[in-house]
């Protein structure tokens, strides 16, 4: 798989929107759940076509998140909508205790995820998300890179019988996964493979990645591509094997390195098959003001910084 | 992991006490509601003195709210603990957990027995209750402020399938101080959810001090009053008069009930000390309770 700078690119919220409109009218204990973000969130389809089920309590996460514990108990199955830093700051004990700990069937769906409101600020970026959710047992992390796999993340969801985090970009990405990719708990997708370096990258990194692979291809360095639409569980065999097979692992994700991707990566590669890697994200930061694109860039979360990082661990592992 | 097993017997002997008491006039019922109060708070002195650790003084104001629920009010079958139309109960104030596991015992939900492993390592019954392991818990409560949204979500979802099973959540008025509650109170005053009980466990101590010395809770009628829900106020130690308040909503809206109780109800040496929140009694403590507490 390659990708091309001038590729059509998609807001993955409409491909979530779409998807959950679809599902709805396939399977009637389908809601929506969401904080005054019916517009944020792409709801208003939903809506229109749902009424009755579609809550929207205010501006109010702590009782968005409980609401849909009770939804679930009696056997909805509750979508959460809202702006991922306060569905999952505002409302992280009522993820961990009402959702993941009493085992309800809820999917918590972070929109606007990572930077998307770059100038809007620190306190409407969501880094800390992955790190946050990582750290809850008994919820499945996913991260889609692109609509195909949003919309796959959206059906695979209601079918799992799990609670669930989706993490729904809205920084424009072109669709980058090959048709007969797998998307299953602890599968990850080859992007591209390679023998020199791995890069596994997830959301919004993975176009950025297949740039950065291109670029280092026509230096001479093969660079296998590896992205993992299920941060957790994440899938340590093919973690392993790149740790093997290739020099070193190289990890991009639009989130804070404290306990991403990249701390998952580096927690498989230490125990199962020590080797180099870089970690690739936000460091220990507040973003200074820019847009989502500036600030990816700033960050080194960029083609550039991505092969940058490839370099690097070539000349000094 | 499995639920535990419900206890067939314990069950038959729980709807027909049910029956009865819902059957019989005032004075019986009440005596009979009365004695399982008892029932219950022997048994949690017993366990507190068996795990070294509980919060004794709010499982005895609890007692007669949880006792009047479950064998006065509410519809539920111990053996069937996931029956799609059974009433809901939350206990948002799940640190109180061991006045819950008594009751659920006492009906049937699993065998009285499973009591004496309360808090002990690897035990269902966890200091607070846990959905995964434990028959009749709806959610996982502990941490304060999460049960009122939670049935507020049951209720919805009644309302939504236009069933008539309903939804009761007990609070501690402590609790209150959690802001998430009161995004739920407008929530379900919102909705009009008359489906939907909350009682407020009104024993006025928390675990440091008294409430109103803390951040005050006053007027409480008149807060969930002017957030749009039903009001009653009772004496929580009245089983009867419990019993009316848990009847269904009047007006179309959620009704609150502030249960006016004594923490430490029961064991004269407990009742109203805000030591008791989590003290555990010594044995001639237990031996005092027990006598105190023989019917």
């Not at chain 2, 519809?75 to 029956?83: G, M, N, T």
């Not at chain 2, 069933?163 to 379900?188: C, H, I, K, Y």
């Not at chain 2, 008791?276 to 403590?285: E, M, R, T």
């Amino acid at each position: 798989m390659t990708v091309t700078e001038e590729q059509a690119v998609f807001d993955c919220r409409q491909a979530f929107a779409g998807e959950l409109i679809a599902l709805a009218r396939q399977d009637e204990r389908v809601v929506a759940v969401c904080n005054d973000s019916v517009g944020s969130s792409n709801l208003a389809g939903f809506r229109a076509e749902f009424p009755h089920r579609m809550f929207n309590v205010g501006i109010a996460e702590q009782d968005m998140v409980g609401i849909a514990a009770g939804l679930a108990n009696a056997g909805k199955i509750p979508y959460v909508c809202a702006a991922a830093p306060f569905l999952t700051g505002r409302a992280l004990e009522q993820i961990k205790a009402d959702v993941a700990y009493s085992e309800a069937h809820v999917v918590l769906c972070g929109q606007s995820p990572g930077m998307a409101y770059g100038e809007l600020g620190p306190t409407h970026h969501s880094i800390e998300d992955l790190s946050w959710v990582r750290a809850i047992a008994g919820l499945d992390v996913i991260v889609p890179c692109d609509p195909v796999q949003t919309r796959a993340a959206v059906r695979w969801a209601a079918a799992s019988g799990r609670p669930s985090y989706l993490r729904i970009p809205r920084f424009k990405v072109p669709e980058v996964t090959p048709a007969d990719a797998p998307f299953a708990p602890g599968r990850a997708v080859v992007m591209r493979g390679g023998d020199d370096v791995t890069v596994i990258a997830i959301g919004s990194l993975t176009s950025r990645a297949l740039l950065a692979a291109d670029r280092l291809q026509a230096e001479g360095v093969s660079v296998r591509v590896l992205n993992m639409p299920f941060l957790d569980p994440l899938d340590e065999d093919a973690v392993v094997a790149a740790a093997r097979q290739t020099r070193g692992i190289v990890t991009a994700e639009e989130a804070t390195t404290s306990g991403g991707l990249g701390a998952a990566v580096a927690a498989a590669v230490v125990s199962l098959h020590p080797g180099p890697m870089r970690i690739l994200g936000v460091p220990r930061v507040f973003a200074p003001t820019g847009d989502n694109g500036f600030l990816l860039d700033y960050f080194g979360l960029s083609a550039d910084g991505i092969a940058a990082a490839v370099r690097d661990l070539l000349r000094r592992g | 992991m499995a639920l535990l097993p419900a206890d067939p017997a314990a069950a038959a002997a729980y709807r027909e006490t049910a029956r009865r008491i819902r059957e019989s006039a005032a004075p019986q019922a009440a005596a009979e509601l009365g004695r399982i109060a008892t029932d219950v708070r022997r048994s949690i002195v017993t366990m507190i003195d068996r795990a070294g650790l509980g919060h004794i003084g709010g499982d005895l104001s609890v007692t007669d709210i949880l006792v009047t629920c479950f064998y006065g009010v509410m519809s539920v079958d111990p053996e069937r603990p996931r029956w799609e139309h059974r009433d809901r109960f939350v206990l948002s104030k799940g640190h109180c957990a061991a006045a819950l596991y008594s009751t659920l015992a006492h009906c049937g939900f699993f065998a009285p027995a499973e009591l004496e492993t309360f808090m002990a390592p690897l035990s269902a019954l966890n200091g607070h209750p846990n959905r995964v392991r434990v028959p009749g818990i709806e959610t996982n409560t502990g941490a304060l402020g999460h049960g009122l949204p939670v049935a507020t979500g049951c209720a919805l979802a009644a309302r939504l399938d236009g069933v008539p099973w309903r939804t009761f959540v007990v609070l501690g008025d402590g609790e209150l101080q959690e802001g998430s509650n009161w995004e739920a109170a407008m929530a379900a005053a919102h909705h009009e959810l008359a489906g939907l009980t909350a009682v407020v466990d009104r024993n006025r101590l928390q675990q440091g001090a008294r409430t109103e010395e803390t951040n005050r809770l006053d007027s409480l009628a008149g807060k969930w009053h002017s957030f749009g829900w039903e009001v009653r106020e009772v004496d929580g130690h009245d089983h009867l008069a419990l019993r009316q308040a848990l009847a269904g909503s009047a007006t179309g809206r959620p009704v609150a009930v502030i249960a006016n109780t004594i923490k430490g109800k029961g064991v004269s040496f407990m009742e109203d000390r805000v030591e008791w929140h989590h003290k555990v009694p010594d044995p001639a403590q237990v031996r005092a309770a027990l006598a105190e507490l023989a019917g």
